[in-house]
């Protein structure tokens, strides 16, 4: 106690000493933290673990919140202590019931504070969770901000190793609670339904399914009100993006038969039945032939549509091939659940851009039909984002695309490179990098640079796990030598440059870690979160669901009405002599036209 009070009643604390001496070891701590280490060679390293709370830490959730709070309380404290020692020196800190008093309070107030100043600030929406890591004793969830999920992810691992309840379902669960609509592809429908559709229909957001063979299916027709440019976007829905780099004659034959397509949607769309106005209608006029053409031409009363179709069956001997090439764009809707999923207008995709969706489209990989129907719904979405009338306006919409190979989507790269300008970010499955071999040599270099986090998961190929290797660089290991000689014993120490990572250590990561590389930090390692062992998400799956339907009545298959005529010969090409039409057979107006 003499000492104590030696210390107190010493000129060391005294005035402006104690705030002086707080000062400079305020500086030297900093000086200390900022202090730069020297650059050897081997510099690969992982990211710290300090620059990856700062750059994807949630400061509004617990625990990251408590140490904010933390931190503003310890500076009340020193401030309060600095006032208290200034006005009754050591004596104000004796009294017990003053001190419990005032650090109850300063508490109080920094969580005031936070809670006025900074909860606002931190509080975050539209973020992707990806992983967790350990900081100061306890397990912090990492979140890529919304304007980086503009810049893509993402996701590559062998298949069984989760990538879809890690990494899809994680993210669509956190978007229930965001201002945003998604669109995700089920591949092993209907399970994505069932996980994650109940989180959205808790906060009262639609639900859209998309599956021909589930009872909550929603009709989806973009051909009856389609004008001219919606046309083309429904050519390119079916065909997609044009092959520049095929020879002169496939692309001549490609182009005469996607006219081919463009007119015979016109003359589908010219019936008066809006049941007979679908693809489905294109696809049964198809396989009738030439002569269900010609007289369903015969009775469209419109010259312009007779007058192309009159020059594109010139050359009779091309036709029947240009229908056969038709037939086999068309032949999902040879199913009749895909031709009835296909033969309603119920869903509207500006919707996404009003209120937050969720758009659950199912794309089994055992049923190649079904895919084919959901690359159809998944570029007309696709098309329809660039068609938004003010892209800054309406709700961010993000794409999960799991296994998108399967679809053969050729347009992908274009819209990865661009989709940012639309507020629209893209979350990308994999299994291995030689699935991206589909597209062109310069196609897979925008696809693979357009990615702000890139995560790696356990069985990489170890071709890619090698240029991993590579890309995380060396690091610098002690060589430690001893030579014995007779009577000596000499001891050589000498660094040596070693993997960060080796390429079989990555591709034996534990399934429970995940390899994360982003433009912003080093590459760094993150626990990975599952949606069936994450309290947060655990308990937002499987709840209740309905998917939303504007029209109750179930999707029935649609039946092509043929007309009565023999085909060719009651054909009248709009140059004949006589330019009146004949009329239905018996003088009286044909059904549905």
């Keep these: 106690m003499k000492q104590f009070e030696a210390i107190r009643d010493s000129g060391l604390f005294s005035g402006w000493t104690f705030a002086i001496a707080v000062g400079i070891l305020l500086l030297v701590s900093i000086a200390v933290g900022k202090r730069e280490k020297p650059q050897l060679r081997g510099s690969g390293k992982f990211a710290g673990t300090t620059g990856i709370i700062r750059r994807y830490g949630d400061w509004s959730r617990l625990p990251l919140s408590l140490f904010a709070i933390l931190l503003i309380y310890a500076l009340l404290l020193v401030t309060a202590g600095y006032i208290l020692h200034a006005l009754w020196g050591w004596d104000g800190f004796t009294g017990r019931v003053w001190m419990t008093t005032i650090l109850i309070e300063l508490f109080l107030i920094a969580i005031a504070l936070y809670i006025a100043l900074f909860l606002d600030r931190f509080k975050k929406i539209n973020r992707y969770p990806f992983g967790q890591i350990r900081y100061l004793g306890f397990r912090v969830t990492l979140w890529l901000p919304e304007k980086d999920r503009f810049e893509h992810i993402k996701i590559q691992g062998r298949a069984g190793v989760g990538k879809t309840t890690g990494f899809m379902f994680p993210g669509l669960i956190s978007d229930a609670a965001g201002e945003c609509s998604a669109v995700a592809l089920d591949v092993k429908s209907p399970e994505l339904f069932e996980t994650v559709a109940g989180a959205w229909s808790a906060r009262g957001k639609k639900v859209i399914l998309w599956d021909p063979y589930h009872s909550d299916c929603i009709g989806f027709e973009p051909l009856g009100a389609a004008g001219p440019n919606a046309l083309s976007r429904i050519e390119e829905s079916v065909y997609g993006k044009r092959d520049t780099s095929a020879n002169a004659q496939s692309i001549f034959f490609d182009d005469q038969e996607r006219r081919l397509f463009r007119l015979c949607c016109r003359l589908v769309q010219s019936y008066k039945d809006p049941a007979q106005c679908n693809l489905p209608m294109v696809h049964q006029l198809a396989l009738r032939g030439a002569p269900a053409i010609e007289a369903a031409v015969t009775y469209c009363h419109n010259p312009l549509l007779q007058e192309e179709f009159n020059h594109l069956f010139n050359n009779r001997q091309r036709v029947p091939d240009l229908i056969g090439g038709m037939l086999n764009k068309l032949d999902l809707f040879s199913d009749p659940k895909i031709a009835a999923a296909f033969s309603r207008p119920d869903l509207d995709l500006d919707v996404l851009f009003r209120e937050p969706t969720l758009l659950i489209i199912a794309s089994p990989q055992s049923n190649p039909k079904s895919r084919l129907g959901a690359a159809i719904v998944l570029r007309s979405v696709m098309l329809k984002i660039f068609e938004r009338p003010t892209r800054g306006e309406g709700l961010p919409i993000f794409f999960y695309l799991d296994e998108f190979y399967n679809l053969h989507l050729p347009e992908m790269p274009d819209f990865v490179n661009t989709a940012r300008s639309t507020r629209t970010g893209v979350i990308t499955f994999l299994q291995t990098h030689e699935q991206l071999y589909q597209y062109q040599r310069h196609e897979i270099g925008s696809l693979s640079i357009n990615q702000k986090l890139q995560i790696y998961l356990q069985g990489c190929d170890i071709a890619h796990c090698k240029e991993l290797s590579e890309r995380l660089g060396k690091t610098l290991i002690k060589d430690k030598r001893v030579s ?79 007309l009565d005529l023999p085909g060719p010969e009651s054909f009248t090409p709009s140059n004949a002599s006589s330019p009146r039409l004949p009329g239905a057979p018996g003088g009286k107006d044909v059904p549905g036209w």
């Design 484 to 562: 014995r000689s007779r009577g000596r014993r000499s001891q050589t120490i000498s660094y040596s440059e070693a993997p960060l990572m080796t390429p079989d250590s990555i591709q034996m990561l534990p399934n429970d870690v995940a390899l994360c590389f982003s433009s912003d930090l080093r590459p760094f390692l993150v626990k990975r979160l599952f949606s069936y062992k994450s309290a947060e998400f655990k308990r937002r799956t499987r709840l209740p669901a309905s998917a939303y339907r504007p029209c109750t009545e179930p999707l029935s298959t649609p039946s092509y009405r043929d």
